[in-house]
């Protein structure tokens, strides 16, 4: 695999009154012809990145760690 396509969509949500009501923010991630994942509390693309290598693993997908990633923005 040369590279993976990954179509991200942002969201954001408030957290729970006993988290003092702060924003917590992340990332869907729609990796092309495999799924889709998600970041929790962060939008950084290094944590994508990792959870994106995380999720092809676990779903046995052989992939190299310096795989090119292509981000796509994805309009909700």
């Given at each position: 695999?040369?590279?993976?396509?990954?179509?991200?969509?942002?969201?954001?949500?408030?957290?729970?009154?006993?988290?003092?009501?702060?924003?917590?923010?992340?990332?869907?991630?729609?990796?092309?012809?495999?799924?889709?994942?998600?970041?929790?509390?962060?939008?950084?693309?290094?944590?994508a990145?990792?959870m994106?290598?995380?999720?092809?693993?676990?779903s046995?997908?052989?992939?190299?760690?310096?795989?090119?990633?292509?981000?796509?923005?994805?309009?909700?």
């Open positions: 695999m040369d590279e993976i396509r990954v179509a991200v969509t942002r969201w954001e949500t408030r957290a729970p009154w006993w988290q003092r009501r702060r924003w917590i923010r992340g990332l869907v991630l729609d990796i092309d012809g495999h799924g889709t994942t998600q970041t929790y509390g962060t939008r950084s693309l290094d944590a990145r990792e994106v290598l995380e999720y092809l693993h676990l046995e997908v052989e992939v190299a760690e310096d795989v090119t990633i292509v981000w796509t923005d994805r309009v909700p």
